[in-house]
């Protein structure tokens, strides 16, 4: 089992910034690659960023390539999502997950084994 927590959520004006992260536990955090989905009311969840076992790919669903940055400390055990000039519609409940370093894809949830419980973002207009 892994254990998943989320914090650093929050309410942010537009364009503003938020770092969130995500502490694992359990098994041997370099064994997964991790994923940070969110999910917006009466929205299906989807896809933010996703990175490799060792920080060395990294991953982003297209309209947060150039604002949101994904990364690990595999010696903290924790994965950052740090998100720039966010915007109204960047409000969600954000999840981060686990998934095998063998996984074929990062980009679909049903792929991952393990869930954080989520943190809240909202972003004022």
């Known amino acids: 089992q892994v254990q998943l927590v989320e914090s650093g959520g929050g309410l942010v004006q537009a364009g503003g910034s938020l770092r969130l992260s995500c502490a694992a536990s359990g098994r041997t955090f370099s064994n997964y690659a991790m994923g940070w989905f969110r999910q917006a009311p009466g929205k299906e969840r989807e896809f933010v960023a996703a990175i490799n076992w060792n920080g060395g790919s990294t991953y982003y669903a297209n309209s947060m390539k150039g604002r949101f940055t994904i990364s690990r400390d595999n010696a903290k055990n924790t994965v950052y999502l740090e998100m720039n000039s966010l915007k109204p519609e960047d409000t969600a409940v954000y999840y981060c997950?686990?998934?095998?370093?063998?996984?074929?894809?990062?980009?679909?949830?049903?792929?991952?084994?393990?869930w954080g419980q989520g943190t809240q973002v909202t972003v004022s207009s």
């Open positions: 997950a686990a998934v095998k370093r063998s996984s074929i894809s990062y980009y679909y949830p049903k792929l991952y084994d393990y």
